[in-house]
């Protein structure tokens, strides 16, 4: 998933958050405690140079999860990209905009979140330029059992924190998705 034009894929993977499986008879939950953020902000951030290049390819990707035939049957979701049968991941360009923009606007925004799972990079340079790839897990928020709250996961994104957002100051302090970056709040709950 690294940086088309970096090295990342060399780099260390530096894991952000923490997980524990419990199994409940044939069922297994995970229970994970790390920082969380809105993806409609997330969707939003990603997308300002994309506007600002007449919507081509952005520095993000999103891979949904698919559907098996019964639960989309029984899902009150739109599932236009998770359908069985119908791609769930799409290279950088319209079409990963067009999908990214779907899924933010298809859920309410304080229900489908992503968890920080870890990052790579950072120490990378390409003509005096340093890059950071940042790895999340989509989730929606699901009832609370006992206190935590239960998650459905919905698939994976990943995106660059690198100079392509020095003209946005805010989405770059954002998306370098640090504990101390504005908007990522520590979170703990279970998903399965």
């Not at 524990?20 to 990603?46: I, N, P």
């Not at 009150?76 to 791609?87: C, K």
């Not at 870890?118 to 206190?147: D, M, N, P």
Request: with cysteine; charged share 25%; aromatic share 12%.
């Amino acid at each position: 998933m690294g940086h088309m034009f970096t090295e990342v894929w060399e780099s260390p993977i530096s894991s952000q958050y923490m997980l524990e499986v419990h199994k409940f008879g044939d069922v297994a939950l995970g229970r994970f405690w790390g920082r969380m953020c809105d993806y409609t902000r997330l969707h939003a951030s990603w997308m300002k140079p994309v506007e600002a290049n007449d919507n081509g390819p952005g520095y993000f990707r999103v891979m949904l999860d698919a559907v098996s035939a019964d639960d989309a049957a029984k899902s009150r979701e739109p599932l236009e990209y998770r359908t069985v049968g119908h791609m769930r991941e799409m290279w950088p360009g319209r079409e990963q905009n067009k999908m990214s923009d779907w899924l933010a606007s298809t859920h309410d925004p304080s229900q489908l979140m992503v968890l920080r799972l870890g990052s790579r990079g950072g120490r990378v340079h390409l003509e005096g330029v340093e890059t950071r790839e940042v790895v999340g897990l989509i989730l929606l928020r699901g009832q609370s059992l006992e206190g935590l709250t239960y998650w459905h996961r919905v698939g994976f994104c990943h995106w660059i924190d690198g100079d392509e957002y020095n003209d946005w100051q805010d989405a770059r302090e954002f998306l370098a998705a640090k504990d101390d970056s504005p908007g990522w709040v520590q979170e703990t709950g279970v998903f399965g």
